[in-house]
């Protein structure tokens, strides 16, 4: 069974929340926006989910961003 490569960046859950909030934008609305479940987003807000590429791309789009700005590259662990 083949595995999908992983990323190498991981998108900053609380640099997202923190532009959304900014935005005035609450977690259903952005959700609503970005086409997606309001646990999935409230998981990438929170750390302990990440999105597909499809979505990682429309939030930055939404919050008017380059993905450099909401990303960080993965830890690996040696």
Not at 3 to 29: F, H, K, N, Q, Y
Request: charged content about 30%.
């Amino acid at each position: 069974m083949a595995t999908r490569p992983r990323s190498l960046l991981v998108i900053d859950g609380a640099r997202v929340r923190e532009m959304r909030d900014r935005a005035g934008l609450s977690l259903t609305a952005f959700a609503r926006d970005l086409e997606t479940d309001v646990s999935h987003l409230s998981r990438i807000e929170r750390g302990t989910g990440q999105p597909g590429v499809a979505l990682r791309n429309r939030i930055a789009a939404r919050l008017g961003v380059s993905l450099d700005e909401i990303t960080q590259p993965r830890q690996t662990v040696a």
